[in-house]
């Protein structure tokens, strides 16, 4: 099972970046998916999830409205639109699966 993050990257506030999550090893198009961060000093916490076919998302008080969770089952892989950024939302972002995690992408909100 792989599952590889990609996309983060330096953003300033108020700007946007893309996540993607490139799934292999397990069947990806019948998995629900989530998508989780970890700031320095804090907890992981999801921040966003979707069902196996994307048409029921759920989302953390502190994203919503902001991030946008998707999926291309096709593709096998896992998007984080991220818009309206927050120097608070600086932190590792995971793609993870309800057994597997990935290694993680930073990122960073700073002007």
């Known amino acids: 099972v792989q599952l590889v993050e990609s996309g983060g990257g330096l953003a300033q506030p108020g700007g946007s970046l893309r996540l993607s999550c490139a799934a292999s090893?397990?069947?990806?198009?019948?998995?629900?998916m989530y998508w989780a961060r970890q700031a320095p000093g804090k907890e992981r916490e999801i921040v966003a999830s979707i069902n196996w076919s994307g048409d029921s998302t759920s989302y953390a008080d502190a994203v919503k409205g902001r991030f946008t969770v998707s999926r291309d089952n096709a593709k096998n892989t896992l998007y984080l639109q991220m818009t309206s950024l927050r120097p608070e939302d600086t932190a590792v972002y995971y793609c993870?699966?309800?057994?597997?995690w990935g290694q993680g992408t930073q990122v960073t909100v700073s002007s």
């Open positions: 090893g397990f069947t990806f198009s019948r998995s629900t």
């Open positions: 993870k699966s309800n057994a597997y």
